[in-house]
């Protein structure tokens, strides 16, 4: 059982997908991008962004538009192809591509034949061995041909943001989707050949209650969701103007927030789930489960992952890559990105550099996220000490020598823990979702 001390949740913290944190980027040195896709060894994964959904949902922060504007897709499409074909000139043939995951918005948000004509391109110009393929899907967009284009592909990982299956919660966050609606995808992606289906769950959701949340996670285990991953809303309309259309007062207060999220984390693991991190849950056949057992977890801009490579390239605007020394995001605005493509220019100019300090301290802040324990420098020991003393007064967490754990008690608390070790945090005023 979580208990509640909220002095502890009152600062908002990253997410912590990487360290440093986009919030730290700032202007790259021209051409690091390109080096560091010249230099990229060993096993790379790519990820595509797709900025389009049918419907605009009113809770959603993501960089997304309506995929209505029939030209705006194909010139942003046309775009992506040629940064796909950049992108290529630049990998080494020695590198392996072993996995492809499809993001945005909603890869379903474009017509199939273009879907397909993307994964016709990644055959054409990569060295692929046996890529894993993942795709982000939207119920409401789904259609049965998809069914074939995932077969044809040969996508075996899915995620369907479900969000929640009350439907006076979700007409107000612009999401309506039937059960039968979610039935008829799940059938369709089984018979496509998925064999890992993630549900996107949510709390802290407007007009949601406990009630609400225990319908949605019983829903979700009956309907065999292999991963499930439960965030907690963050109502940010100062910076998602879309977010104003939810009203404030309807917002579950910080103490029920915790108390839903406790109680998703108690509900799936009595239910056969294996917690992965601190907000993930995967089936013991799952391979998030495997690398959670194994010790293997790590991090990165799709969060929780069992991937290994050390190279992500990111394609699309917005899209973030990630090397051992370097992190590259694309320009976010779709008509820049589409002219820098065009020009057969790759156009992720902001970033940061990473330090051996840096790669140091985001070692830590994985550790402590994926495995719940960490190895201390004896200058981070001194460093942190006085800020664990809450955590460890309280049983959150406890330093054995120069060994961090974080306790089953501490797991609500993870986020606020790792950002002790964010040597950035002390000079910058961003402010980022609550920790819990």
């Known amino acids: 059982m979580w208990t509640y001390h909220p002095e502890l949740l009152a600062t908002p913290v990253p ?59 194909e010139a942003y499409l046309a775009a992506l192809h040629q940064e796909l074909a950049t992108v290529a000139s630049l990998l080494p043939q020695a590198a392996r591509v072993r996995r492809i995951a499809f993001g945005g918005g909603s890869p379903n948000a474009i017509e199939p034949r273009e879907f397909m004509a993307l994964v016709e391109a990644l055959h054409a110009h ?32 899915a995620s369907m943001g479900v969000q929640t299956f009350a439907a006076h919660c979700q007409k107000a966050i612009g999401r309506e ?34 009630v609400d949340l225990l319908d949605s996670l019983e829903h979700t285990r009956m309907l065999g969701a292999d991963r499930v991953a439960v965030f907690g809303y963050a109502h940010v309309p ?89 992190l590259a995001q694309n320009e976010k605005h779709n008509g820049r990105y589409r002219a820098l493509s065009a020009e057969g220019r790759l156009s992720a100019s902001h970033g940061i550099i990473r330090s051996p300090e840096d790669r140091l301290r985001g070692e830590v802040i994985t550790a402590l996220l994926c495995r ?41 608390y993870a986020r606020g823990i790792a950002a002790l070790f964010d040597s950035y945090r002390a000079v910058t005023r961003r402010r980022f979702s609550s920790a819990i």
């Open 126 to 157: 990569f060295p692929l061995v046996a890529p894993e393929w993942s795709i982000e899907l939207d119920p409401r967009s789904l259609t049965a041909e998809w069914s074939h284009l995932v077969r044809e592909a040969g996508i075996t990982r």
């Open 238 to 326: 100062h910076m998602v103007p879309r977010q104003t259309m939810i009203p404030e007062d309807a917002l579950p207060g910080a103490e029920a927030r915790f108390a839903m999220a406790a109680k998703a984390h108690e509900f799936l693991t009595a239910g056969g789930y294996a917690a992965v991190g601190f907000d993930h849950f995967a089936l013991p056949h799952d391979a998030l489960a495997k690398a959670t057992h194994d010790g293997t977890l790590r991090r990165n801009f799709q969060g929780f992952t069992d991937d290994c490579a050390e190279v992500l390239i990111g394609m699309g605007a917005t899209a973030i890559s990630g090397f051992p020394g370097l």
């Open 372 to 412: 719940h324990e960490a190895a201390l420098s004896p200058c981070l020991i001194a460093e942190a000490r006085p800020r664990l003393a809450p955590y460890i007064a309280r049983g959150l967490a406890s330093l054995d020598g120069n060994i961090l754990r974080i306790m089953p008690g501490g797991l609500p």
């Open 15 to 73: 997410r912590y997908t990487s360290y440093p944190t986009a919030a730290d980027f700032g202007p790259l040195a021209q051409g690091a991008i390109e080096r560091a896709i010249a230099g990229a060894e060993g096993d790379v994964s790519l990820y595509l962004h797709i900025p389009f959904c049918e419907k605009i949902c009113y809770y959603c922060g993501c960089n997304t538009g309506a995929s209505g504007k029939r030209a705006r897709v």
């Open 177 to 210: 989707q039937p059960i039968g609606m979610i039935c008829r995808s799940i059938d369709w992606l089984r018979s496509g050949g998925v064999t890992s289906l993630n549900f996107d769950l949510m709390y802290g959701l407007p007009h949601q209650t406990m």
